[in-house]
């Protein structure tokens, strides 16, 4: 239950524990006690090096996938290889087709991949939106400037 008074919060909340106290456990609160526990919260807490670690982790499995990929290319391919090699291709066509692979595979790769975790953000979001702290009033963001 939330209560709205000019008087001072502290005062208010004193008065409330003691008209509230007959019914047991009842806890009362006032805004400068709720304000320490949001602040002090998951949600307050700034996250951007455990971010920049996971975008690092996440590019070092971009190239890891990458290269695992090609590799398997490579020894899927190595009979087709060895047929064109027996029909006259050089060793340059043959390395251009593998190096024209990689670039449409990792473009291709990170077109996805972006698209899919857009999508899961997104779906994120909407989740977990109200699940912390709701959004504070226009009219207190208005009154704070």
Do not use: N, Y
Request: hydrophobic share 55%.
């Amino acid at each position: 239950m939330l209560l709205k008074t000019t008087a001072p919060p502290e005062r208010v909340a004193v008065a409330a524990r003691a008209t509230v106290a007959p019914f047991g456990a009842v806890k009362v609160t006032d805004i400068g006690q709720a304000q320490r526990v949001i602040s002090s919260s998951l949600t307050a807490i700034d996250l951007r090096g455990l971010t920049q670690l996971e975008l690092g982790a996440a590019a070092l499995m971009v190239v890891g996938a990458t290269g695992f990929i090609i590799a398997l290319g490579f020894a899927d391919r190595r009979r087709t290889f060895a047929i064109l090699t027996a029909l006259g291709a050089r060793h340059r066509q043959l390395g251009a087709f593998l190096w024209s692979e990689a670039p449409v595979l990792l473009l291709g790769g990170a077109a996805i991949g972006t698209l899919t975790g857009f999508a899961l953000a997104w779906m994120l979001v909407k989740l977990l939106t109200g699940v912390f702290d709701p959004p504070p009033s226009a009219s207190l963001c208005l009154g704070s400037f």
